[in-house]
Structure formats: structure tokens, C-alpha cells
């Protein structure tokens, strides 16, 4: 199937389904839960680095339009909000939403806090411990950063 159809196929459910109300239908019926969105790597393409990594990095004007149109339907709350309220300590407010940043990159906290504290969410980081003691990279990576030194030259398909 062409990209063109595709594209077509997709624009279409998604209209259908906003005309029909399913968001609103999904966002009612998760009401008093928690949400959780996780966000790896923010990086700006302009930044200057040492490789470019293959995996996809979230531009911080993407976060930040994002977060502004998830703030309209969410109540951002963190981790411990979010927690008091699923084991009942503390009432949930409408729609919560918590975001947890699940890789540790520095790029979390350059290019990332600027854009959270602008919309005053406050994500939890989860910092690998033993690849920030060792100074050692993730394992993808590693592999990602090796591949991309290899010049096709050298490799050889039987």
C-alpha cells in the first residue's frame, strides 16, 4: 500500500473519531485514573553531539506543544500524587496525568526541565545508577554508535 494511502487511511480514523466524540468517550470513562506517559531522550536536532543516535529523540518544541494540548484535557501530577491517590490516601483530580522519564540521559534535565517546569510538570527520572558510577553507555547505544563508525566498505555480505 502506498505512503499516500496510508496517510489517507490514518487522517480518516482519526477525523472519524473526533467527529464521533471517542476521545471525549476515553477521556470520561478514565476519569479518576492515573496516566502515565513516558518520554525518552530530549534532543534538538541543532544540538551539536558526538553521533547522532538512530533512535528517535523528542525535540523540546514538540514536548512543549505536546504538554500544552495534554495540559487542556490532564491534571499533571507526580509520582507521589499520583501514588497517594490510587491507594486512596488523596481524591484524584478529573484526568491526572504523570510522566516518567525512564532512560536517565542528561538531555532529561538540559533540554527537558526548561520545557516541564514551563508547564509545571514534574516527571520522576529514573536514572540507570550503574551506567552513571561506570560512566558506560547504554548497551543500543553502544551498537547504535558502532555502527554508525563502520564505513560500508568494510562490510562484506556473503
Not at 477521556?27 to 536536532?45: A, D, E, F, P
Not at 518544541?61 to 499520583?82: M, T, W
Amino acid at each position: 500500500m502506498g505512503d499516500k494511502i496510508k496517510r489517507y487511511i490514518k487522517n480518516s480514523v482519526i477525523f472519524t473519531s473526533y467527529v464521533l466524540g471517542l476521545g471525549h468517550l476515553i477521556h470520561y470513562l478514565n476519569r479518576g485514573k492515573v496516566t502515565l506517559l513516558s518520554i525518552h531522550s530530549i534532543m534538538s536536532n541543532s544540538t551539536p553531539t558526538t553521533w547522532q543516535p538512530v533512535r528517535a529523540q523528542l525535540d523540546p518544541a514538540v514536548l512543549d506543544r505536546n504538554l500544552a494540548i495534554l495540559g487542556k484535557y490532564y491534571q499533571f501530577v507526580s509520582f507521589s500524587e499520583a501514588i497517594d491517590g490510587l491507594n486512596g490516601k488523596t481524591p484524584l483530580s478529573g484526568n491526572s496525568l504523570a510522566v516518567t522519564m525512564d532512560d536517565g540521559y542528561a538531555n532529561n534535565i538540559t533540554h527537558g526541565l526548561p520545557v516541564f517546569s514551563k508547564h509545571r510538570v514534574k516527571p520522576i527520572i529514573f536514572a540507570a545508577t550503574g551506567h552513571v558510577e561506570q560512566q558506560r553507555c547504554f548497551w543500543f547505544d553502544r551498537i547504535d554508535y558502532a555502527l554508525q563508525q563502520v564505513s560500508s566498505a568494510t562490510i562484506t555480505v556473503p
